[in-house]
C-alpha cells in the first residue's frame, strides 16, 4: 500500500489538488471557493490529509469548536468528510487516515472524534458504518433519523445545539443554507437556480459564511441544508431529480 500522504498547508494550498473535484473534467469555480475557505481555516487547525496522488483518498476534519456545524462538545475533533473513491478502494487508506486523524487527536490531548451520520446512510455523508467498525457510536439524534456519531476518550459526549433539532423555518419557499466547504457546492447551487429561475419556483438562498451563522443553524449541516415548505428536507447535494422530488411535496 501506498503510504505517502499529505497535509495542505498555507504554503502548499494553491498548488494541490483538493481530492474529489478531480472527478470532474470541466472547470468548477468551486475550486476556488474551497481554496479560499481552506485558506481562512488552515490556521484554526483546520486538517486536510490525502493520499500525495492524482486520486480521491482524504480525510478533513477540525477542532469543534471552530467547524462550520452546529455541533457542540468539549475538546472534539468534528470530520467533515473522509473518503476513498474508485480504484483505491480496499487497500486500506481509509483505514489510515481514521487512524491518523485518531492518533492526531489523541497527541493533541482532544476528548475524542465526532462526524454526522443517518440511520440511513446518506449520498454526501461519509460512510458510517465504517467509522462505528473504527469505535464510533451514536451519541445523539434529531427527530429525522439524522445521527452524531462519536468515539470518545474519555467518556464525554458531544451533541447537536438545540437549534439544530428544530427543523423548521418560517420561510415556506425552497430555501437553502450553504457554505463553501464543499467544492461541489457552488456548481450545485448555481444548478438550482438557475431551474428555479426558468421555472418560476421561489428560492431563498443563505451563504454560511462566518461560523456563528453555522452554530446557530435551524438544522444538521454538512455543507448544505435544504428547506421546504418551511420543514428541512436534506444535507445532499441536489441534483435536477432529487429537487423535483422535494417540490413534489
Known amino acids: 500500500m501506498d503510504t505517502d500522504f499529505i497535509n495542505l498547508t498555507p504554503e502548499n494550498l494553491v498548488n ?3 481530492c474529489c473535484i478531480i ?12 481554496r479560499k475557505w481552506l485558506a481562512d481555516r488552515l490556521n484554526e487547525g483546520h486538517v486536510f490529509r490525502k493520499l500525495n496522488a492524482k486520486a480521491t483518498v482524504f480525510i478533513e476534519y477540525a477542532p469543534l469548536e471552530t467547524a462550520w456545524v452546529p455541533i457542540i462538545g468539549d475538546n472534539y475533533y468534528y470530520v467533515y468528510c473522509l473518503w476513498v473513491l474508485g480504484n ?10 481514521m487512524e491518523y486523524c485518531i492518533a492526531d487527536a489523541k497527541e493533541k490531548g482532544k476528548s475524542g472524534i465526532c462526524m454526522l451520520g443517518a440511520k440511513k446512510q446518506k449520498a454526501w455523508l461519509s460512510d458510517q458504518s465504517f467509522a462505528k467498525k473504527c469505535g464510533f457510536e451514536v451519541v ?10 462519536a468515539l470518545t476518550f474519555n467518556g464525554t459526549t458531544p451533541k447537536f445545539a438545540q437549534n439544530a433539532k428544530k427543523q423548521e423555518i418560517e420561510n415556506k419557499e425552497l430555501t437553502i443554507y450553504y457554505d463553501m466547504q464543499c467544492p461541489f457546492i457552488y456548481q450545485n447551487i448555481e444548478t438550482i437556480e438557475q431551474y428555479c429561475e426558468m421555472h418560476d419556483i421561489p428560492l431563498t438562498l443563505i451563504q ?27 444535507v445532499n447535494l441536489l441534483d435536477i431529480a432529487g429537487l423535483k422530488r422535494i417540490l413534489k411535496k
Open 23 to 34: 472527478r470532474s473534467k470541466k472547470y468548477h469555480p468551486g475550486i476556488d471557493a474551497k
Open 140 to 149: 445523539d439524534t434529531t427527530e429525522n433519523e439524522y445521527e452524531l456519531l
Open 16 to 18: 494541490e489538488h483538493l
Open 88 to 97: 483505491e478502494k480496499g487497500k486500506g487508506y481509509g483505514r489510515s487516515l
Open 208 to 234: 454560511v459564511d462566518t461560523l456563528q451563522k453555522a452554530k446557530d443553524l435551524p438544522c444538521v449541516f454538512n455543507n448544505l441544508g435544504i428547506f421546504y415548505k418551511g420543514n428541512f428536507e436534506t
